[in-house]
């Protein structure tokens, strides 16, 4: 398993809706979905698929990120044989699942997969 890009980047906001007009009309990303249960807005990159996420979540750290795999279940039991230490298993997300793992320096690797969406990203 390895990881193939990074998925996204996040970060937390006070106020959603100004926000929104600063990352489009400021920074020049395209609104690409919008999940108002909780609270957060996807931004797409001109040229690739990566992201750039606004939210309210306090839980979620600032700046946060991601990397994306194929399978976040497949590459934390393959780190498990390996040794390697998973700092939070697997739980579900919008697109799939996430999990955390600890690299050897104890730094947090975030990986997360499209299971939900068939390995393809979505787009509202």
Known sequence: MKIKKI?????????????????????????VWEDKKNNMVGFQCAGNDSEIVIHKNKDIPNPDFSFLVDDVEEFVKDCKKKGYKIEKEPF??????????????????PIIDLSKFRGKPRYD
């Open 92 to 109: 579900e997300v919008r697109c799939g699942k996430l999990a955390v793992l600890r690299d050897l320096d104890n730094n947090k690797i």
């Open 7 to 31: 998925d996204n980047i996040m970060f937390r906001v006070k106020n959603l809706n100004k926000s929104l007009e600063f990352y489009q009309k400021v920074l020049g990303l395209k609104k």
